[in-house]
């Protein structure tokens, strides 16, 4: 069974950090953009990073390139998100993402996992 299981969120203080991790099972990141995105109440979900096993390529966003590191860790078929000096605005709830590079193009979603920035 094709499975993304994340952990990791919480709670935390602005300027504070959270390492968030993403499981695969059923499947190898070879050929798969992965990636994290995040939504926040009342508004859409955006992307936060993206990695590319066919170009080797990471992309940030803007609001948090800097700040957050996306990594994998192969042998454990597991991605994480690295996410230092949270901000207010960093809160949302968080979903792990692959998205195949061949057909039939799958998309698979991790459950979510929140993350509440707040003094």
């Known amino acids: 069974e094709v499975q993304l299981v994340e952990s990791g969120g919480g709670l935390v203080q602005p300027g504070g950090s959270l390492r968030l991790s993403c499981a695969a099972s059923?499947?190898?990141?070879?050929?798969?953009?992965i990636g994290w995105f995040r939504q926040a109440p009342g508004m859409e979900r955006e992307g936060v990073v993206c990695f590319s096993s066919g170009s080797g390529d990471t992309y940030y966003s803007d609001s948090v390139n800097g700040r957050f590191t996306m990594s994998t860790d192969n042998a454990k078929n597991t991605m994480y998100l690295q996410m230092n000096s949270l901000k207010p605005e960093d809160t949302a709830v968080y979903y792990c993402n692959a998205r195949g590079l061949r057909y039939p193009y799958v998309d698979y979603w991790g459950q979510g996992t929140q993350v509440t920035v707040s003094s």
């Open positions: 059923g499947f190898t990141f070879d050929d798969y953009v």
